[in-house]
């Protein structure tokens, strides 16, 4: 199984917000379990998938040096379910960002209606080191933009197409 | 610049969204860690609502001056000297280290900062700031 819970970035301006889109299929194994006979995608992925939008935003803010993780969720709410047969929309609004982590405000949609709002708070890890290797390398983070397809649709501040960082994209 | 009252209102604010306890919990005199259950993550979260709330830049370890805390200078099998004291006296102008300073394990440090800390600490970012 692979941790992607979102399938595609549909908006994305580097430093200032980003949307994605998760399609939930019957095909998908987690809702047969969930629950059985009536599957609803379950609110700890939706969280997920916020928190994914959220991260590569910050983390392309960063140029992919930092090693950015989901922290805290200090509020969520949900109004209503999503279903097999949905494309939910992730928008993630960074709020602020300093050297020691980051704040993100995020919504899920379905269509028009809202399904759920967050906050999230990212911390940056000191070296992001376990047993002695790297959680994560930058080019991990680029190769998660690059099949999110962030690059065909981001661009910068000044309206530039997104760019990987230099002497990373090789 | 704000009032101290206008301050306290909105310190209260952020403790209240960042630690999700009650208006009448978040009183001066209370510890954010043992009192109001603040966690060292909890900080970073509080950190960001202040910065948003008074407009200030808070820099990384300002609050609690870690390159002080992890100083061998400073700190003896995990108590800060009286010459870290010193410093953090220098560096935390806005807390009243006295019971710190009484039983001083460096782990400790955290948890005696109250509310009434918290707003002296934006009082004094708001001051230089203004």
């Given at each position: 199984?692979?941790?992607?819970?979102?399938?595609?970035?549909?908006?994305?301006?580097?430093?200032?917000?980003?949307?994605?889109?998760?399609?939930?299929?019957?095909?998908?194994?987690?809702?047969?379990?969930?629950?059985?006979?009536?599957?609803?995608?379950?609110?700890?992925?939706?969280?997920?998938?916020?928190?994914?939008?959220?991260?590569?935003?910050?983390?392309?803010?960063?140029?992919?040096?930092?090693?950015?993780?989901?922290?805290?969720?200090?509020?969520?709410?949900?109004?209503?379910?999503?279903?097999?047969?949905?494309?939910?929309?992730?928008?993630?609004?960074?709020?602020?960002?300093?050297?020691?982590?980051?704040?993100?405000?995020?919504?899920?949609?379905?269509?028009?209606?809202?399904?759920?709002?967050?906050?999230?708070?990212?911390?940056?890890?000191?070296?992001?080191?376990?047993?002695?290797?790297?959680?994560?390398?930058?080019?991990?983070?680029?190769?998660?933009?690059?099949?999110?397809?962030?690059?065909?649709?981001?661009?910068?501040?000044?309206?530039?197409?997104?760019?990987?960082?230099?002497?990373?994209?090789? | 610049?704000?009032?101290?009252?206008?301050?306290?209102?909105?310190?209260?604010?952020?403790?209240?969204?960042?630690?999700?306890?009650?208006?009448?919990?978040?009183?001066?005199?209370?510890?954010?860690?043992?009192?109001?259950?603040?966690?060292?993550?909890?900080?970073?979260?509080?950190?960001?609502?202040?910065?948003?709330?008074?407009?200030?830049?808070?820099?990384?370890?300002?609050?609690?001056?870690?390159?002080?805390?992890?100083?061998?200078?400073?700190?003896?099998?995990?108590?800060?000297?009286?010459?870290?004291?010193?410093?953090?006296?220098?560096?935390?102008?806005f807390a009243?280290?006295?019971?710190?300073?009484?039983?001083?394990?460096?782990?400790?440090?955290?948890?005696?900062l109250t509310?009434a800390d918290m707003?002296r600490?934006?009082?004094?970012?708001?001051?230089?700031?203004?």
């Open positions: 199984m692979r941790w992607y819970w979102i399938d595609r970035f549909i908006e994305f301006e580097s430093g200032r917000y980003a949307k994605a889109i998760k399609n939930i299929s019957l095909a998908e194994e987690y809702l047969h379990d969930h629950f059985p006979g009536y599957p609803v995608m379950p609110a700890s992925l939706v969280i997920e998938g916020l928190a994914q939008t959220g991260g590569l935003l910050v983390c392309e803010h960063g140029g992919f040096r930092e090693k950015v993780v989901l922290a805290k969720v200090p509020k969520v709410v949900f109004y209503c379910e999503a279903v097999p047969g949905d494309t939910l929309t992730y928008t993630a609004a960074l709020d602020y960002i300093r050297d020691d982590g980051a704040m993100v405000t995020a919504t899920s949609h379905k269509g028009s209606k809202l399904h759920a709002e967050m906050e999230i708070v990212f911390a940056h890890l000191n070296n992001g080191s376990h047993q002695g290797k790297t959680l994560f390398e930058p080019k991990d983070y680029l190769s998660m933009m690059r099949m999110l397809r962030a690059y065909e649709v981001g661009h910068g501040p000044d309206g530039s197409p997104l760019q990987p960082p230099p002497g990373l994209d090789s | 610049m704000p009032t101290q009252e206008e301050v306290f209102e909105k310190v209260r604010g952020a403790l209240v969204e960042a630690l999700g306890v009650d208006e009448e919990e978040v009183t001066p005199q209370a510890t954010l860690v043992g009192d109001l259950g603040a966690e060292s993550i909890d900080f970073l979260d509080i950190l960001f609502r202040l910065q948003k709330a008074f407009n200030i830049k808070i820099p990384d370890k300002e609050l609690l001056p870690q390159d002080i805390l992890t100083n061998p200078e400073y700190v003896v099998d995990g108590r800060v000297t009286d010459a870290g004291i010193a410093e953090l006296r220098k560096r935390m102008p009243n280290l006295d019971s710190f300073a009484a039983n001083p394990n460096v782990q400790d440090l955290a948890n005696l509310v707003c600490f934006v009082e004094s970012k708001l001051a230089t700031a203004g």
